[in-house]
């Protein structure tokens, strides 16, 4: 009668170790030279144990592999602050750094016209921002720091009404 031993030691001779090597039960039975007494009821429990696994079938002939499984997933440890330090490096290259209020401020002294009046749009374009960057950025700070005045293209809708134009509340 054949061992487990046995058949594990010359799925090992066979395929070396690698899993993307295939054999069969024949050619474990010219390895070992004994008869096919066994073998089956052997390698069945081998899948079952999750050693081996079934690759694939050509008529009547089964090929098997060896499982993955035995193998341990390598864990790659990154240094995140260096990761994030590059990308924040890599964003500021391409999009320029983000805008602050201190940014909006400045460029509403710049743009507001003598009674203090700037439209959000001359702001956006300024800052070189989307309406949507812009908005999701400045639109509390806008409703706490400057009076909203009805008019514009673009801006802040409160009740159906655009507010487009601001100034600076004193």
């Given amino acids: 009668m054949i061992s487990k031993d046995e058949v594990l030691n010359a799925i090992m001779k066979i395929t070396g170790g690698d899993s993307s090597k295939e054999f069969t039960k024949n050619k474990i039975l010219e390895i070992i030279g004994k008869s096919k007494k066994g073998v089956d009821q052997i390698l069945d429990d081998l899948i079952k144990e999750g050693k081996i696994r079934l690759s694939r079938t050509a008529g009547?002939?089964?090929?098997?592999?060896?499982?993955?499984?035995?193998?341990?997933?390598?864990?790659?440890?990154?240094?995140?602050?260096?990761?994030?330090?590059?990308?924040?490096?890599?964003?500021e290259e391409f999009f320029g750094k983000p805008k602050t209020y201190d940014d909006l401020d400045k460029v509403y002294e710049i743009v507001k016209d003598d009674l203090g009046y700037a439209t959000i749009k001359d702001l956006r374009e300024q800052l070189g921002m989307t309406l949507e960057q812009f908005m999701g950025k400045f639109r509390d700070y806008i409703l706490k720091n400057?009076?909203?005045?009805?008019?514009?293209?673009?801006g802040i809708v409160i009740k159906g009404v655009m507010y487009g134009i601001i100034r600076k509340k004193v």
């Fill in 146 to 154: 400057y009076e909203l005045i009805s008019g514009g293209k673009e």
């Fill in 60 to 91: 009547r002939a089964k090929y098997y592999v060896l499982s993955n499984r035995e193998q341990e997933p390598r864990k790659i440890e990154y240094n995140t602050d260096i990761i994030k330090n590059a990308l924040r490096e890599v964003l």
